[in-house]
């Protein structure tokens, strides 16, 4: 599934950037979604903290009194490095403005040089990449914690800290949750194979169930592998 994005407050761009969307996707029969403001609301900065889902953002650069496409490409960027943002405007000139002051822009359309094509180009591009931007977040009074799935390599409950400890390919976090309840909050990676572990599939090399342990892809062995969870794993 991706969701785009679309922040424009003329009609009119509106209906031809869906137009283009809908023709494009129904031809690569990908799931989608679209979602359309004017202006920057509170809708949106909902949007931009949601880190489940792929996500590109469409913005006009010009959007009245309020903040413009480039104030919330800011707003973005400091939520989220991953999703795409193209820019369509009618100002040439501000190429240059876009590219200094936003990191990783997909590109810059111009709406009326070849709007419809450029942008057709642009997301078959984006969905050919099969981004992985699913994210395990975590917050309470005191931090907040956001993690690539892709990161985690296997979480256990440490018995002497008596919390979760979440580990990734460089760090290691400390939360107070149930190893139960974390499970409910990933994706379909993540298994139990031990009552006080569960790891990402794609990150274990080997299963050594007689001897109670596997290795990560990182070369680590990890003790805490039971027979009762065998059947979890199904590769």
Known sequence: MIKFIIVEDTIEFQNIITNVIDKTM???????YIEK???YNSKLNKTIKDYSIQKVYILDIDLGPNASGLDIAKEIRK???DSEIIFITSHDKMFETVFRNIFKVFDFIEKFISLESRLEKNILKIISQKGDYGKFCYTNNKIDVKIYYKDIT???RDTAERKIVINTTNNKFLLNKPISEV???LDERFVQVHRACIVNKERVNLYNWSKGFFILDNGKQVDLCSKTFKDNIND
């Open 37 to 39: 403001h004017n202006r």
């Open 183 to 185: 499970l409910t909050e």
């Open 26 to 32: 129904f031809r690569t029969q990908g799931e989608y």
């Open 154 to 156: 296997h979480i256990y």
């Open 79 to 81: 939520e989220d490095w």
